[in-house]
Nanobody, 114 residues
């Protein structure tokens, strides 16, 4: 069974940075489109960043220019570097496949507040 384990969240002031990591079991990071999602209280879960096996990247307009997704195949890890954080980025962040989904991990809480 595929496992996804997210980490790196926390409390940060507006304008600050966080680096999220997602360690995946097996080889899914190597062969699948992978994405970072977020879910704010009372809202639907949304895809904010995506990376393909060929390392093509796409971002939601709300995070474009501030977030960077990357992948370390050797470590089966997907990274989300988040800079210039805003209060509206507050959410639980998850990673998962995009075209093919796996069981969701527990997510990691990101809170942006002064």
């Amino acid at each position: 069974q595929v496992q996804l384990v997210e980490s790196g969240g926390g409390l940060v002031q507006p304008g600050g940075s966080l680096r999220l990591s997602c360690v995946a079991s097996g080889t899914i990071v190597m062969f699948n489109d992978m994405g970072w999602y977020r879910q704010a209280p009372g809202k639907e879960r949304e895809l904010v960043a995506r990376i393909t096996p060929a390392s093509s990247r796409n971002y939601d307009d709300s995070v474009k220019g501030r977030f960077t997704i990357s992948r370390d195949r050797a470590k089966s890890t997907v990274i989300l570097q988040m800079d210039s954080l805003k209060p509206e980025d507050t959410a639980v962040y998850y990673c998962n496949g995009v075209s093919k989904k796996f069981a969701w991990g527990q997510g990691t809480q990101v809170t942006v507040s002064s």
